[in-house]
């Protein structure tokens, strides 16, 4: 096998899948409706232009797609390209090619997982799909994301270190294992030579303690040595050794004595606030509480979890149920269209760290939905893509209107919400419910923004019968508000006032479809955990269960019955005789 995708099927081929398969399959439905979806020129740039000629990269394209759409590991793909027929009219393969050896596959991931190569290639089929006929090139999309679990497992901070000090060395054994002896002790052995696992640990907790500044020497040992004058840099560029440093300078410190000390655990103060980064104090003794702050580890977005992935995190979503609140890994963002009439397609993917907050995948979704010629007019999505700010930048710079419901009022008690005022844009003014006019507002800044900050006469605030429903203050201070600028404060107290009515209920609904897509592409495309390591390539399988998803999608739509119906859930003994005294109950 070799050369480009056949042009032509082998008639062989041809008489015996149809022979096989009457109605079709997903994977003839890509060659016969989408021509096989990808051409050579897709890959210009993939693979150097001398050299040996291997596989068509097209095959292997086409071959990772229907791998994912059937959720089947290397082996069980490479086994369908020699022993399926279907797979083989895909390819346009004679029935008797033995096909290739499973690795190239990953091979080709590694490829895949260059630069924007995984976008570039959904892009691709999303052309297709317009050229096809098959999408609106301007219409509606829905954005949702998962939890993605890493292929690791989750470490406590002990193992860590030790784990992470022992994959180093690992690392620099098999780098130059001659220097590596003369930086090793006999003791390390007992301490490195098995994986670092809890119930290898020492048992009590000044032993533990005792435990973890030893492994904190040994680690700045290997680097001290490995940083020497005269040691090769190779040593030092190995990704082991980058991980090691990066881990000592995360969990470990030096005390004002110049010892090496082992940081404080964040406070569960400081996991509750966003993503996890640690609140600063504003308090007299700010100073002091800044030093302790200094000596914990660092926010969830750039702590280092495990050494077998260093780019996974961790990650606690509140308010969601036990089993969903924390997780090692990343955040998976899919956008599909959602017309009504004809399938949904996923036309773009983001693959964030888990701890990157939905809001801040926003402008890439739509830096990459232009980049594949598809602006939809609307683009609906829940409460954590959206803020007035972003709904403004959205139809200024992309000219899409980012539907979806703003934050409710944050007082959570009953009284005059903010749109019970009127606002007053050139005089500066606000004036409340009970008709009192405050004072022109003054600049000031919320989470480093501009805002306006609106103070209304303490005196008659104190003599308002309203005043302790509307300021929740009952030693008589006058009502605050926080206004944001003219623009945002119109889309906020306009989409607040919308949100409620029926007809934006009903636009808005269409955003639920979200979670099918999220069930569908998690429980029969295995998206929930992560078959590789690394951000690059977790990309990269995101991207082809999107376009798996795709085609088995499209595929039942266009040829119904293509995609076999689960069988019905089989009737129990007890539920056929709950129905039959039912018929027999007098109506
Ligand atoms: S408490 Fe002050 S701001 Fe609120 S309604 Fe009364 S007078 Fe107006």
Excluded at 173 to 202: F, H, I, K, Q, S
């Amino acid at each position: 096998m070799g050369g480009d995708i056949g042009r032509v099927i082998p008639r062989e081929t041809v008489r015996a899948a149809w022979a096989a398969n009457p109605s079709g399959t997903p994977a003839m439905w890509i060659r016969d409706r989408l021509a096989g979806v990808f051409s050579e020129k897709d890959f210009t740039g993939w693979y150097p232009a001398d050299g040996r000629r291997g596989l068509s990269p097209v095959t292997l394209a086409l071959v990772s797609v229907l791998q994912f759409a059937e959720n089947l590991t290397d082996r069980q793909a490479a086994l369908a390209v020699r022993c399926r027929i279907d797979w083989k009219y895909c390819l346009g393969l004679e029935l008797t090619d033995p096909g290739f050896d499973h690795s190239v596959l990953s091979e080709f991931r590694d490829r895949m997982a260059q630069d924007d190569r995984a976008d570039r290639l959904l892009a691709v089929m999303v052309q297709r799909l317009v050229e096809a006929g098959l999408i609106k090139q301007r219409g509606r999309i829905r954005t949702d994301s998962t939890h993605v679990l890493a292929a690791v497992r989750k470490l406590n901070r002990v193992e860590l270190v030790g784990e992470t000090l022992r994959v180093a060395l690992e690392e620099l054994a098999a780098a130059d294992e001659d220097w590596l002896a003369t930086v090793m002790t006999p003791e390390w052995a007992g301490r490195y030579a098995r994986p670092v696992r809890y119930d290898r640990l020492p048992r009590g907790k000044d032993e533990l303690a005792v435990h973890v500044l030893q492994i904190g020497r040994d680690g700045m040992r290997v680097l001290e040595a490995v940083h020497a004058v005269g040691v090769r840099q190779r040593l030092r560029d190995l990704p082991g050794v980058q991980v090691l440093r990066q881990v000592w300078v995360q969990q470990y410190w030096t005390d004002q004595h110049g010892d090496l000390a082992w940081r404080a655990a964040k406070s569960s103060r400081d996991r509750q606030s966003r993503h996890g980064r640690p609140r600063r104090s504003s308090s007299a003794d700010g100073e002091e509480q800044a030093d302790t702050i200094a000596a914990r580890v660092p926010w969830s977005g750039v702590e280092i979890v495990s050494p077998h992935d260093p780019e996974a995190r961790y990650c606690r979503k509140e308010g969601k149920s036990t089993t969903k609140a924390e997780w090692v890994g990343y955040r998976d963002h899919q956008s599909e269209t959602c017309e009504e009439g004809v399938p949904n397609v996923i036309v773009h993917v983001v693959t964030r760290p888990a701890p990157v907050q939905d809001i801040d995948a926003v402008e890439d979704i739509h830096a990459g939905l232009t980049a594949c010629g598809l602006i939809p007019d609307e683009h609906l999505v829940d409460t954590g893509y959206l803020t007035p700010d972003l709904i403004h930048h959205t139809a200024q710079r992309w000219g899409i209107a980012l539907i979806g419901p703003v934050r409710a009022d944050p007082r959570g008690r009953p009284g005059f919400t903010k749109e019970d005022f009127h606002v007053n844009w050139e005089d500066h003014t606000v004036t409340c419910p009970r008709g009192v006019t405050s004072p022109p507002w003054k600049p000031t800044l919320g989470d480093g923004k501009p805002r306006l900050s609106v103070l209304f006469p303490r005196a008659a605030c104190r003599a308002c019968p309203d005043r302790a429903a509307c300021t929740g203050d009952a030693n008589g201070k006058g009502r605050h508000l926080t206004l944001l600028p003219e623009p945002l404060q119109k889309i906020q107290t306009l989409n607040r006032a919308d949100q409620q009515s029926q007809p934006w209920k009903a636009r808005y609904a269409l955003r639920a479809g979200c979670e099918a897509t999220v069930s569908e592409t998690t429980r029969a495309h295995g998206l929930r955990n992560c078959r590789y390591k690394g951000l690059a390539k977790t990309h990269v399988q995101h991207v082809l269960t999107a376009a798996g998803t795709n085609i088995i999608r499209l595929a039942d739509c266009y040829t119904p019955g293509i995609v076999p119906d689960r069988p019905p859930r089989p009737v129990s003994q007890l539920q056929r005789l709950c129905r039959r005294l039912s018929a027999q109950t007098p109506q």
